[in-house]
């Protein structure tokens, strides 16, 4: 099945692979998470590698090591924005009243803008 | 017991709610690919760490929370929302995590076996994540923030402070 990722002309049949794999990767964490007690221990596996552990194996078989390491160094990134989202979210939650779905989903706006932010600072262009 | 295992609350999320999970995990795995695609690796590798499915996750945290506390007759809003900032502040600590695990990937990966490299680093992110939730439950950075703070008061006044001093008098 994998090989497919190799093949010319094979794009639908990868993005399909990284649906499934990505999607069950995700899954398996977000049960893991539900599992544990406290909530903020659970809350760990909000913050969990899956989409990156999904992504960097299928990306190591196609593009090889390099490519890889080139996405997890923008992927620290991506981390530092996550970690700036979370914080801000928790403040939010704690401090306010406003509707949980609408803050953590307009508060996606704000990783975008500072990972986007960071990587910009971080390439120099 | 710090962490507790509750098998019980697998029943209290519905078919379709895991089927959402799946469905937002494959679209931003699929998505990140696509956007490494056209725009390279360089900006696809920031989508690895986007916060797929933690808005799906918190409010159903919040929703479980608040019929858990209706079934017994109780108002559950703000209980509800306080479960929600916990998951919140949860993964915020392991954001943390997630920051170290990038940075062993991208170190590591070129000169070790991928999938050491990879299972290493999912195992540090577990460590640093479960550590830093350790050292929060049990006052660490707050009582070293107390420790410094305490230092600070106790310094000595430099010649500065005493010449601003003796400017305002």
Known sequence: ?125 | MLVKLNISALSETRWYQYLVRFLLGGLITAGAGIIAKKFGPSIGGLFLAFPAIFPASVTLVEKHERERKEDRGLEGKQRARDAAAADAAGATMGSIGLIVFAVVIWKLLPVHAPWSVISGGTLVWAAVSSLVWFGWKRDWFLRYGEQVLASKRKAPRGPDNQKDLAAKL
């Open chain 1, 1 to 125: 099945m994998l090989s497919g990722l190799r093949e010319p002309g094979g794009t639908l049949k990868d993005i399909l692979i990284r649906f499934f794999i990505g999607g069950a990767v995700v899954s398996a964490f977000a049960v893991i998470g539900d599992l544990f007690k406290p909530k903020t221990f659970a809350g760990l596996f909000g913050a969990a590698p899956s989409v990156a552990l999904a992504t960097l194996g299928l990306t190591v078989i196609s593009h090889g090591k390099l490519y890889a390491a080139i996405e997890s160094r923008s992927m620290l990134l991506g981390s530092i924005a996550l970690f700036i989202y979370l914080s801000v979210i928790t403040q939010v939650l704690v401090r306010t009243k406003f509707n949980v779905a609408a803050v953590t989903v307009a508060g996606t706006v704000l990783w975008l803008g500072v990972a986007l932010g960071l990587w910009v600072l971080a390439n120099g262009s």
